[in-house]
């Protein structure tokens, strides 16, 4: 009797080892990869475009979900608390930085493993056509001119475009809210408002504005980043107008915090090979989009410093809570 | 150009092409004539798919599964009551109560042919003024579309069957479910009481499953509607028998609609469902006979039945033009065509003219297809009503959970609809129409957000509301309505219900 129940127990052993030597193999059965934003977004496009790669490198299938709604919480409220086993993973955006400083979810930076960031969109600076004969033209006005004078949109309040025009108007050693923010629902509409003269600035995407400056209607003036975009070889940085600032938006593959180290490991290998694939290179590029694939360690660096300066800036808007 | 248009039509005439548009039309039906499962989710579900497409199949399979969608939503708004898809909710009473007075083919075969009609002059104003009408809507800024929203609403106002009062409940009870969650503006939560789920809103589409298909099943389950199953009729006969000149003699009003269904299309964020609710309103307006609607009138089902395919087209408009979509179908669309390396914007009608006119000629396709497929949809239509009726409510209901489920993955969802199943089965036993509250719940956040940023803008000066020639003209529509409905409605009350009949405005 003893010795059934030693061997029952030897068994039982066995067997939570043998779960043990399973999860080495991870994974062995399909990923769930949650988009906190809605299909057909920029988020959702990106990840699928990786998740198509990704399931060739792992061997399982990939199941891309969107969770929209209440400004990116609920999608990535679901990552957080998803079962850290690597089969419920998710796209992180910049939010998980302030989501706990604008009071809108208890999350932050803490909550989650990023396994990489997939691509950056910097901030830039764009007017309606012939508002502005150059860059240093609009930066010397919007020095000059009373504060309420220029109003900029691209996002919804203590979203990234807001920083950015905070951002920006701290870099000229302004008071952080002399550009008047103006919500908006995505950069589309703000664009069509700059057009149609509602706003006089957009400091959200270039890549957003791309097709509106093609057709003439706006024109992009700066970047806010460390490099000019491939899309707008002609338009300058900050930095070489000699303002040192610089904002960019960007898309992660990440999971809820304490993401086995080897499911990390594994992910960040497996998604660095479908990064590299032409497919994702081209989708990506198509788009305007910087791709990027700079493993856990560098990413997490990476936003933990975006962390940093965007609650600066978001407790000098006043819009911290 | 005509090499270019040569060349369109040897992309298109591919088998992939056809077929893709064949499949997606018989998908597009399915999915219209499920209620709860909306053109949108289709176009959603078809995303996924058009990754392993060409740039072509993949944007006709989209546009195919939009017109048929659209037109198959009425088919169980006809036959059940419950609108397949939010624009076939602005008639569905009109053409359940032909189906009740024993006629279903006349309102179904009305409204296959006006959304024939509707799909093919959309696709043609479309294809003619593409330019021009982007060019309107691009010079509006959240002032105009602040009084356009607030007309959409106002519309809604005068579609509210009966008592004013009720239709203004229904609508304050809309507006106020459109208030919760995260505040646009200022990011602030409004009436999430600490549940996540509610820092979205209320999501519309499981709102309005269970406002319009859940209070249903509970009116028959609660069997306070007994002859519900005569009423719904047993013989659908056909539908060309007497159609052609029955749409003749609607031809006025299959053309206002068609054209006015495409130019609220155009106008972004407004799409089928708001262009049905206008078109059923100005056609009650200028009707001669205004009391007939409700009551299943061929006037304002047809009519409407024409705008809702028209705005699919017209929709394509500000998409095609300027990359910025006319409706949350064009949204999605959108992210498609750049995937596909289709650059919506100005210059793709200078870079890829023959993929434009290829996209031009699949919505011609589509919408021709439409026709033998809807009259197929009709005839296979009838099992519905020969299905016993204790058997539909389960099955609806399978269909409306799994409808909520999946537009957002969210069991949440499933709640929303229950709930709102019972708020509408308690507004319909009051006589409260629902339809108000549908509009307000979609309409809502647009008001309230763009007067906010119009107020931000302008330093809460109201003066903003009418400083642009635009929205000083729309705003004075909207509020010389008010003023006529109030005034309508005063003299309504004075006079006795005889001299009713014989209004003549």
């Known amino acids: 009797m003893k010795n059934t129940l030693k061997s029952l127990m030897l068994g039982a052993v066995a067997l939570s080892l043998g779960t043990g030597a399973a999860l080495a193999e991870y994974p062995d059965r399909p990923v769930t990869v949650i988009v906190p934003w809605g299909a057909g977004g920029g988020t959702d496009t990106v990840t699928r475009i990786l998740a198509a790669g990704l399931e060739q490198e792992l061997g399982q299938p990939i199941n891309v979900v969107n969770r929209a709604g209440g400004n990116g919480v609920v999608g990535h409220m679901a990552i957080a608390k998803a079962k850290p086993d690597g089969y419920t993973i998710g796209a992180c955006t910049p939010e998980i930085a302030y989501f706990k400083t604008l009071g809108l979810a208890p999350l932050t930076l803490d909550d989650f493993t990023i396994v990489s960031r997939m691509a950056t969109i910097p901030a830039g600076i764009t007017v309606k056509a012939g508002a502005y004969e ?66 006089n600035l957009f400091t959200g995407s270039p890549i957003e504005a791309q097709t509106l400056a093609d057709a003439g209607e706006v024109e992009v003036l700066a970047v806010m980043s460390d490099e000019r975009l491939s899309s707008y070889p002609d338009v300058p940085t900050l930095k070489e107008l000699g303002i040192d600032f610089e904002l960019k938006n960007f898309f992660s593959l990440c999971g809820p915090a304490g993401l086995p180290d080897e499911v990390t490991a594994k992910l960040e290998e497996a998604g660095a090979v479908a990064h590299a694939g032409e497919a994702v290179q081209s989708a990506l590029k198509e788009r305007g989009i910087t791709p990027v694939w700079d493993g856990s360690q560098k990413s997490t660096e990476a936003v933990e410093a975006f962390s940093e300066s965007a609650n600066a800036i978001l407790v000098d808007l006043g819009v911290a809570k | 150009m005509v090499d270019q248009i040569i060349l369109a039509l040897s992309i298109v005439a591919d088998p992939q092409v056809i077929l893709t548009i064949l499949a997606a039309s018989v998908m597009g039906m399915i999915i219209g004539a499920i209620p709860g499962l909306t053109a949108v989710m289709g176009t959603a579900l078809l995303v996924p798919l058009t990754f392993f497409m060409d740039p072509i199949p993949a944007v006709a399979a989209i546009v195919a599964l939009a017109a048929t969608a659209i037109f198959a939503g ?47 002059v959309g696709t043609f104003i479309l294809i003619l003024g593409a330019p021009l009408l982007a060019k309107v809507a691009l010079g509006f800024s959240t002032v105009e579309y602040f009084w356009l929203s607030l007309l959409g609403l106002t519309c809604a106002a005068f579609v509210a069957a009966g008592d004013p009062v009720k239709g203004l409940i229904s609508l304050l009870f809309g507006l106020m479910c459109a208030t919760v969650g995260i505040d646009p503006a200022s990011g602030n939560l409004r009436y999430t009481m600490g549940s996540v789920d509610l820092m979205g809103g209320i999501n519309m589409i ?222 319909e036993e009051n006589g409260i129409p629902v339809a108000p509250a549908i509009l307000a719940i979609v309409l809502g956040g647009t008001v309230e957000f763009n007067f906010t940023t119009t107020m931000i803008k302008a330093d809460g000066d109201l003066i903003a509301f009418f400083a642009r020639p635009v929205a000083a003209g729309l705003g004075v529509v909207t509020l010389a309505l008010w003023i006529f409905t109030a005034w309508r409605v005063y003299r309504d009350r004075r006079k006795p219900p005889s001299d009713l009949a014989i209004q003549t405005d």
């Open chain 2, 206 to 427: 499981p709102a309005m499953i269970g406002l319009f298909a859940v209070s249903e099943i509970l009116r028959q389950a609660l069997g306070r509607t007994g002859s519900d199953a005569k009423l719904a009729t047993d013989h659908v006969g056909s539908v060309r028998q007497g159609l052609g000149a029955h749409l003749w003699k609607l031809k006025r009003n299959v053309a206002r609609g068609s054209i006015v269904g495409t130019v609220i299309g155009a106008l972004p964020g407004a799409g089928a469902d708001i262009a049905a609710w206008v078109a059923y309103a100005v056609s009650r307006r200028s009707s001669k006979t205004p009391e007939k609607f409700g009551t299943g009138h061929d006037e304002g089902l047809a009519e409407a039945g024409a705008a809702n395919n028209g705005a699919l087209s017209g929709a394509w408009v500000p998409t095609l033009v300027f990359g910025i979509p006319g409706d949350s179908i064009t949204a999605i669309v959108i992210g498609v065509l750049i995937l596909k390396g289709l650059d919506p914007g100005p210059t793709i009608f200078l870079r890829q003219p023959e993929l434009v006119y290829a996209i031009f000629l699949t919505f011609i396709l589509a919408n021709l297809i439409l026709w033998p497929l809807g009259w197929l949809l009709i005839r296979f239509a009838r099992h519905i009503v020969r299905v016993p009726r204790s058997l539909l409510p389960p099955v609806v209901l399978v269909t409306c959970i799994i409808g909520s489920y999946a537009i957002n993955n969210s069991l949440f969802d499933v709640g929303v609809m229950l709930v709102f199943g019972v708020v509408g089965w308690i507004f």
């Open chain 2, 74 to 120: 009425d088919v169980p708004g006809a036959l059940l009551r419950m609108p397949g898809t939010p624009a076939s909710a602005a008639y569905v009473d009109e053409a359940y109560a032909l189906t009740k007075a024993g006629r279903p083919e006349e309102g179904l075969g009305l409204c296959l042919g006006a959304a024939v009609i509707g799909g093919l």
């Open chain 1, 134 to 199: 150059s860059a240093e033209a609009l930066l010397e006005a919007i020095k000059s001119e009373p504060a309420g004078t220029f109003s900029s949109s691209g996002s919804g309040v203590g979203g990234t475009w807001h920083m950015a025009a905070g951002g920006l108007s701290k870099a000229l050693g302004e008071p952080a809210t002399k550009i008047k923010f103006v919500p908006s629902q995505g950069g589309a509409p703000a664009l069509q408002d700059l057009v149609a003269g509602g706003l």
